[in-house]
């Protein structure tokens, strides 16, 4: 999905070709083998993804394939609005609480309208007027002046964007936009 | 004389209008198009008399041609993405904008009073100008869909006075929870057809109750998940000659007043023939439908993930006239049994799946599926996601030989048969050998060049093949190029076809609408040789690296090809990820 990709979030990046292949070796295998019926089985490549499958909120067994990009091939209108069986009542948004420094106010929005990272931080940059930056696994939002970060469910201060999206909604109590000097702390340090 | 010497019949000695009103019969687009090329004077009245386009890429022609050919145009078609972008291998921005064909049948004092539109980019700011633009505009269908919010919406419920018609199916529309619904004025009472289930924001319950009590001609109503049920209840009261009901939310306590007038309230629906929506549904509440059940002839119940296979069993029981089923995966083998005991007129099957990404849970295997072509004669359409198939099932489910389309999707695009651990290669190869009708074909599972080979061979009548993960060589595609001389649309993903195969036989793509291939062997020198070679073709390449057009070296190969017949050339709206070449 674009949101991902553009965050760069690697591990959790969807990809056209069978799971586990990164776009380099799936290249280079395609010239030097030509394929064969015995294809590598997306089991193998548990590796890399597994750790983001298995947090995620669906159910899966240790064995759950990563998702290929497009397959199965159900429209994603239909994707998106496939309520899983186990739920009961229908939750009517996920309403969190939104503070930025020096603002008056807080503000209060639902993530639950939002498909991913880019749409959230568009939409949170209209609301208080400020300019995030761009993303990056390795520094966060180096050298932005204001940085979106939120509190799970543990109570821990975290960077906005870090985990899957699915993962980040679920977890997510409150967001705080911090003023980059202070959130320094919090950035990733290689 | 009519009759001359050499005993030749001289159509033209009729009046134009005496033809026109003969081309009048002629309704099907084809028939139109050949009605056309007979000679002069036809295609001329052809061209005035003809009111339906079907475009099934916009890209094939410009509107201003379009405008210029068919200048009485009053009901148009257009499709604007390639099928793979509902699957997201589209990125966003890549094109099929309504926008220019508004503009240019507004500047052209077109009388357009139809338009449908698959997979189109549709602003608010086209919506609006529609709306403004076409007095007598009376039916718009957006299947699929993006762009616009319920502003647009607003504008076509302000100003289209004699709208008949509004669907929209399964479009991605950004909710301004306005009060669009309220914009019908009142004296708007010309609705047949009301379907704006995708929509998720609130409406104006008020409103909608006041619009459906003056629109006595209303024939089809589909809600979205935010009418409660009690609503759903005093719309049934107003409106009892429904034939099309979608409901939304259908969550409600069985004792309580609401329940029991729905009941009553249902129970004077006798026109009621397809039934939709229960997108939100409480579990054992759905003995209050029953009575509408034996007239059925459409049942979906694809988005009602809340409801368990016996009920649905117990509900479809009921539905003995069923045609059309859309149904999910929980219903499971056994279920479907049902269906194939229940519904012998049963001419439609879709299965979806409930878990898409869980492939180790899907609920419905070859069972399933063998019980239903051995019960249902009639069937003849297919839509098919399940967790395995075998050859044996396949060969079985041949023996219905009525198919026109048949796609089944195996969640584990490589799955061999888990019984034999063979390819799918035989079981597909008796589908296209005994269903000689079959127009629309997607597969899946463990393939080898062998399955093209079989529908290279049979599979004469093809139109549409989707192919994903499967063959071996150049082969297995030349052989669908060489055999499906009717094809029409060709989608191929993850498959080990080359150079070889797509340069073959390049005049092939100009019988052709479309051929798109993502994640395969060709390579970026050839799509720009096929390009050079074919100026009736646009080859568009969609690159999301970061790599620019001059730094690829013709020997890489391309993520994504999409080629289109076309009369206009390249297209001036083309983002800068997508490369004309």
Redesign the interface.
């Known amino acids: 999905m674009a949101s991902e990709k553009d965050l760069n979030l690697e591990a959790t990046e969807l990809r056209l070709g069978l799971p586990g292949t990164s776009d380099e070796s799936a290249k280079n295998q395609m010239s030097a083998t030509p394929r064969s019926n015995k294809r590598a089985l997306p089991e193998e490549s548990m590796s890399s993804n597994a750790t983001a499958s298995k947090n995620c909120d669906q159910e899966t067994t240790p064995h759950t394939k990563a998702q290929v990009v497009g397959w199965p091939p159900i429209r994603s209108y239909r994707k998106n609005n496939l309520q899983p069986k186990k739920s009961e009542a229908e939750p009517s948004g996920i309403y969190v609480k939104v503070s930025m420094d020096g603002a008056p106010y807080l503000r209060k929005i639902d993530l639950k309208v939002f498909k991913g990272y880019t749409e959230l931080l568009k939409a949170l940059e209209d609301m208080f007027k400020f300019k995030a930056g761009e993303y990056s696994e390795r520094e966060g939002y180096n050298g932005s002046e204001f940085v979106p970060t939120y509190e799970d469910k543990y109570g821990d201060w975290m960077l906005v964007g870090d985990v899957p999206w699915e993962m980040f909604t679920n977890s997510c109590k409150k967001l705080r936009i911090m003023k980059g000097s202070e959130a320094r702390g919090l950035g990733c340090v290689v | 004389m009519l009759w001359g010497s050499r005993k030749t019949i001289n159509m033209n000695y009729f009046p134009d209008e005496v033809l026109e009103h003969v081309f009048d019969f002629i309704t099907s687009h084809k028939d139109r198009n050949s009605v056309s090329l007979v000679c002069k004077s036809w295609y001329k009245i052809e061209k005035y008399s003809r009111q339906r386009v079907f475009l099934g890429n916009c890209y094939a022609i410009c509107p201003e041609r379009l405008i210029a050919r068919f200048p009485e145009l009053k009901s148009l078609t257009l499709k604007g993405k390639p099928h793979?972008a509902?699957?997201?291998?589209v990125?966003?921005d890549w094109g099929g904008f309504l926008y220019p064909w508004i503009k240019a049948m507004a500047k052209s004092r077109i009388g357009l009073e139809e338009l449908k539109l698959k997979r189109m980019v549709v602003s608010d700011e086209s919506l609006e100008l529609l709306s403004k633009s076409f007095p007598n505009f009376k039916s718009l269908v957006l299947v699929?869909c993006e762009g616009f919010t319920t502003d647009g919406l607003a504008a076509i419920a302000s100003n289209c006075r004699f709208l008949r018609e509004l669907d929209l199916q399964?479009?991605?529309v950004e909710d301004h929870r306005g009060h669009w619904l309220s914009c019908f004025p009142e004296s708007c009472t010309s609705l047949v057809s009301l379907n704006f289930a995708?929509l998720?924001g609130e409406i104006n319950l008020a409103s909608l109750e006041r619009l459906v009590a003056r629109s006595t001609n209303l024939k089809s109503l589909r809600l979205n998940r935010a009418v409660p049920f009690d609503t759903l209840q005093r719309l049934l009261i107003r409106a009892p000659q429904l034939v099309d009901l979608g409901t939304g939310s259908y969550?409600h306590d069985p004792s309580s007043e609401a329940y029991n007038k729905f009941k009553a309230a249902i129970q004077s629906c006798n026109s009621i023939r397809s039934l939709s929506g229960f997108?939100?549904v409480a579990p054992r509440c759905m003995s209050a439908i029953y009575p509408i059940c034996e007239n059925l002839t459409f049942l979906n119940l694809?988005?009602a993930?809340?409801l368990q296979s016996n009920e649905l069993t117990k509900l479809i029981q009921h539905c003995r006239k069923l045609q059309r089923l859309w149904i999910l995966d929980?219903i499971g083998d056994k279920g479907l049994g049902v269906v194939a005991s229940t519904c012998k007129e049963l001419q439609e099957l879709r299965v979806?799946?409930?878990?898409?990404?869980?492939?180790?849970?899907a609920a419905v295997t070859e069972e399933g599926l063998i019980l239903v072509s051995e019960g249902c004669p009639k069937l003849n359409s297919l839509l098919y996601?399940c967790q395995q198939m075998t050859n044996a099932a396949l060969i079985t489910v041949a023996n219905c030989t009525n198919f026109i389309r048949f796609r089944l999707?195996i969640?584990?695009?490589?799955k061999p048969d888990p019984v034999t651990n063979q390819?799918l290669d035989e079981g597909f190869g008796a589908i296209v050998r005994s269903c000689k009708g079959l127009k629309r074909l997607?597969l899946s599972g463990?393939l080898?060049d062998q399955v093209f080979y079989y529908i290279g061979m049979y599979a004469k009548k093809h139109e549409m093949l989707?192919i994903?993960?499967a063959?071996?060589?150049d082969k297995g595609m030349l052989y669908v190029l060489n055999g499906c001389k009717k094809l029409r649309k060709l989608e191929i993903?993850?498959c080990?076809f080359g150079d070889a195969a797509l340069l073959e036989d390049m005049g092939e793509y100009e019988t052709m609408r479309s051929l798109w291939m993502?994640?395969c062997?060709v390579t970026l020198g050839a799509c720009k040789m096929l390009a050079k070679k074919m100026p009736n073709l646009n080859v568009e390449i969609i690159n999301?690296?970061e790599q620019t057009e001059s730094n690829l070296d013709d020997s890489q190969?391309v993520?994504k090809m999409y080629l289109y017949r076309t009369l206009v050339g390249h297209r001036e709206d083309a983002p800068e990820f997508v490369w004309l070449l």
């Open positions: 793979f509902d699957f997201n291998l990125p966003d699929s399964e479009n991605e995708c998720k969550v997108l939100e694809s988005y993930a809340g929980c979806f799946p409930s878990n898409p990404f869980d492939a180790g849970n996601f999707c969640l584990d695009p490589i390819p997607s463990l080898t989707s994903a993960f063959g071996d060589s993903r993850d080990p993502s994640t062997d999301e690296s190969k993520d």
